[in-house]
């Protein structure tokens, strides 16, 4: 595989084994280093499927993936999965992010950095020691980043991270992603449905509606801006 590619998928399908319509059909799409890839679709068009193939934690149907060895992935589900009566801290939250050998209950002083860095990449510092339930929805959403780079990713897999934010929270959000890809080389691979973040961030675009209508730079997409793709 190419040094370039961290992640390679290749004419891979996925179902849920009730004999209808498969969630995605012959999708093939390489993930590059240091690069964000918009996936964009109308709900049901096989965007959160594709992802959680990605991440090995659905199986394929057919098709194959190859992925770089050892690759660190990062994975923030849509908000709606989040547990916000959980009795944990920011900090807490983050530090388990932190990738560990073998089992321990402490954390040791190279973990400790490793979360105090990345909430300060997400800006969090100051909301280390405050209860998740405590946080507004861009605070959570910035302390779940905070606990995706703590483990170090290469790549970070977004299911639709902004959307359950006001347009403010949504713009630092956005903001972050962009900066992790420009400062740190992360790669994201993000779902949503901004497309003026598509437009003016993503280096490419992966139209889906259960296959694959497009995949490229923005600028050769000739379909609509609409509920079939995405919107502003």
Not at 13 to 30: L, W
Not at 56 to 81: D, I, N, S, V, W
Not at 94 to 113: D, I
Not at 133 to 160: F, K, N, T
């Amino acid at each position: 595989m190419n040094a370039d590619i961290l992640l390679s998928v290749k004419d891979v399908s996925m179902n849920y084994g009730t004999g209808r319509q498969d969630a995605i059909e012959h999708v093939s799409v390489d993930v590059r280093r240091a690069e964000i890839l918009a996936l964009v679709g109308s709900n049901g068009s096989g965007k959160s499927t594709l992802m959680k193939g990605m991440l090995r934690l659905m199986p394929f149907t057919c098709g194959e993936m190859e992925r770089k060895k050892g690759l660190r992935t990062g994975y923030m589900a849509q908000m709606h999965t989040v547990v916000r009566d959980f009795p944990a801290t920011a900090r807490e939250v983050v530090l388990s992010g932190t990738r560990q050998e073998r089992f321990s209950p402490f954390y040791t002083k190279a973990q400790k950095h490793k979360a105090e860095e990345a909430m300060r990449l997400t800006d969090v510092t100051e909301l280390a020691d405050t209860y998740l339930g405590a946080l507004s929805g861009g605070q959570m959403q910035r302390v779940l980043l905070a606990r995706c780079l703590a483990g170090d990713p290469e790549l970070l897999i977004l299911d639709e991270p902004c959307s359950a934010l006001d347009p403010e929270a949504t713009d630092e959000l956005l903001r972050t992603f962009v900066s992790l890809r420009d400062e740190k080389q992360v790669s994201i691979v993000i779902s949503t449905h901004d497309w003026d973040f598509v437009r003016h961030h993503a280096d490419r675009v992966l139209v889906l509606d259960h296959h694959v209508e497009y995949l490229g730079d923005i600028s050769g997409w000739n379909g609509k801006e609409d509920e079939h793709t995405c919107h502003h």
